[in-house]
């Protein structure tokens, strides 16, 4: 099955490179469809986070996250220096600003994976920017990858599916949604939205 695009914004083919910003419920697939994406179209320049989480093993400061003292983090938020930023599980999470900036001056596409919150901040401070909204094919369908682990208490899984209806409410303030029905179909039409192909 495709993925369905939903209230697409037509874009003008002479705006140029755009930000792309990338969000949706926990649990939808979100870095699923941008590893696939990557890994066809490594062109594609995915921003890289700032967080004060300690680094899991096998990720490099850098290329998984820039790793970042928590007085660092209060630095970047006091100098305007990140796009966006919020507290998840008690870490904070950011885009730093001027490397988006940079590329997209510089003629590339860029594209963020944020949450909610973050996608809010950024179409604050980027008005032109790409909002799409990733969707579950079904409200079942997401509560059965969030449940499917297994591995969590069923309090957190709760409060999980509590904040995905929240974050599924949101839906209208994007440009487009797309239905996470097929990984290779999302991503073809992200990056048809890119203008990558």
Not at 125 to 148: C, I, K, N, Y
Request: charged letters at 25%.
């Amino acid at each position: 099955m495709a993925a369905t695009p939903r209230g697409t914004t037509p874009v003008s083919p002479d705006v140029g490179p755009r930000l792309t910003v990338l969000s949706g419920p926990s649990g939808v697939g979100k870095s699923t469809v941008v590893a696939h994406m990557r890994k066809e179209h490594p062109e594609v320049w995915l921003s890289v986070s700032a967080t004060t989480r300690r680094p899991r093993p096998g990720e490099k400061h850098g290329v998984h996250y820039f790793f970042v003292s928590d007085e660092e983090m209060d630095k970047l938020i006091a100098n305007g220096e990140l796009l966006e930023w919020a507290e998840f599980a008690g870490n904070r999470y950011g885009t730093p600003r001027d490397a988006v900036l940079a590329r997209l001056e510089s003629g590339e596409s860029v594209l963020l994976e944020i949450d909610l919150q973050g996608a809010r901040q950024v179409r604050e401070s980027m008005s032109d920017a790409q909002l799409v909204f990733l969707a579950p094919p079904s409200w079942e369908e997401l509560v059965r990858r969030l449940t499917g682990r297994g591995t969590e208490p069923p309090e957190v899984i709760e409060r999980r599916l509590g904040a995905a209806k929240i974050e599924l409410a949101a839906e209208p303030e994007f440009d487009t949604t797309l239905v996470n029905t097929s990984v290779e179909d999302v991503a073809r039409e992200l990056l048809a939205l890119m203008e990558v192909v």
